[in-house]
């Protein structure tokens, strides 16, 4: 049996790989130039008016009310630093009307909170300054607050739970368009496809805007019980430094001597 010569295979190698060489840009330049002008056609455009309308509404109701609680959901207007340490000072040296007055002047959370119950502290029981009902005052406070802060959070909910109802909503309509023209041009896929574009893209946005909505909602929430635990912290500390600041001598007079602190 004859070998072959090597020769002919290396040139047919060698010109086949430089054809494919050269044609290769060309198809993956004409894969990208279908894909950049399809996408927007496949995943919304041939979704109809109902798509586009429930991406406008779902998206933009999204995107303003996160942005809204991104700027209403800071630590400047909760429990900002200054603040803090002014108050922690009055506070140590049992300045409780300075400390009243310039809580009534800020008008972040921490500030109205405390403007709201230090008046509740009672220097007629020394050992606790009337913290029963300073926390109590503190409990109220806090009840009438959150209800106002969270309709801006809970509306980040409406949308989350509306969203899907649109989305199915667009599928059942969708799907009567369908059979309405499969009644009247039968069986013919190339007719079915605008109806069944609607059917299917109506309920992918709307579930993808219900997930980017639930992922918001309780991202919001817990910012904000956050920025709560942390004034209601910063409260107890203050309270605390004035109580330690009148009962210090008592306190340290009931540990005997001789133990560590």
Partial sequence: MKHLSPRP????????????????PLFAQDTASKTE????????????????????????????LSVYNFINLGKAKFA???????????MLNCRIRSAIELAASHPSYLGR?????LPNVDATQPES???????DAIADFSINENRKQMIWINLISLVAQSAPM??????????????????????????????????????????????????AYFFFKARYNNLVAD??????????????????EAHLAKIPEGLAV
């Avoid at 909170?113 to 119950?117: E, G, V």
């Avoid at 004034?231 to 210090?248: I, M």
């Fill in 9 to 24: 295979l290396r040139t047919a190698g060698l010109t086949l790989l430089t054809t494919m060489a050269a044609t290769a």
């Fill in 37 to 64: 002008t399809s996408a927007l056609d496949s995943y919304l455009l041939d979704g109809g008016a109902l798509t586009l309308f429930i991406v406008a509404v779902g998206l933009l109701s999204l995107i303003g």
């Fill in 80 to 90: 900002p630093d200054d603040l803090k340490a002014a108050l922690h000072d009055h």
């Fill in 113 to 117: 909170m405390l403007a709201y119950s």
């Fill in 129 to 135: 300054l009337g913290r029963d009902g300073v926390e």
């Fill in 166 to 215: 649109m989305g199915l909503f667009g599928t059942v309509f969708g799907m009567i368009a369908a059979f309405a023209t499969l009644k009247n041009a039968g069986a013919d896929p190339s007719a079915l496809a605008g109806d069944i574009s609607i059917a299917l893209l109506t309920t992918m946005w709307g579930l993808v805007i219900a997930i980017l909505s639930v992922i």
């Fill in 231 to 248: 004034c209601h912290q910063t409260a107890e500390e203050l309270l605390n430094a004035s109580v330690q600041t009148v009962n210090g």
